[in-house]
């Protein structure tokens, strides 16, 4: 079995920061990619974020330049730093990651719990 368990989130003042946490465990034989998206209230689950492990990087255009996305491949562990945050970024950070099991060789794409970001004007 595999899971993402994030942290980190919470509630700041705008312009403040924040550092979102997902760390991947369980059967893991590669990890092709992980990434961060966000859902407002009443809206659809928006892509922020995504790095593949051959390190290419994908924002979406309202975060460039204020948030950046990282990993520790030794810990199978992605991070998402957000910087000068704005009211319009609050929402539920859900991480996701597209795997191979360790073990069976199937392909997985994985959610995780979402952890609620707050931002306040």
């Known amino acids: 079995q595999v899971q993402l368990v994030e942290s980190g989130g919470g509630l700041v003042q705008a312009g403040g920061s924040l550092r979102l946490s997902c760390a991947a465990s369980?059967?893991?034989?590669?990890?092709?990619?992980m990434g961060w998206y966000r859902q407002a209230p009443g809206k659809q689950r928006e892509l922020v974020a995504t790095l593949t492990f051959g390190r290419d990087t994908n924002y979406a255009d309202s975060v460039k330049g204020r948030f950046t996305i990282s990993r520790d491949n030794a810990k199978n562990t992605v991070y998402l730093q957000m910087d000068s945050l704005k009211p319009e970024d609050t929402g539920v950070y859900y991480c996701?990651?597209?795997?191979?099991?360790?073990?069976?060789?199937?392909?997985?794409?994985?959610w995780g719990q979402g952890t609620q970001v707050t931002v306040s004007s």
């Open positions: 369980g059967t893991i034989f590669s990890i092709n990619g």
């Open positions: 996701h990651a597209v795997m191979v099991q360790g073990g069976t060789n199937r392909r997985l794409e994985v």
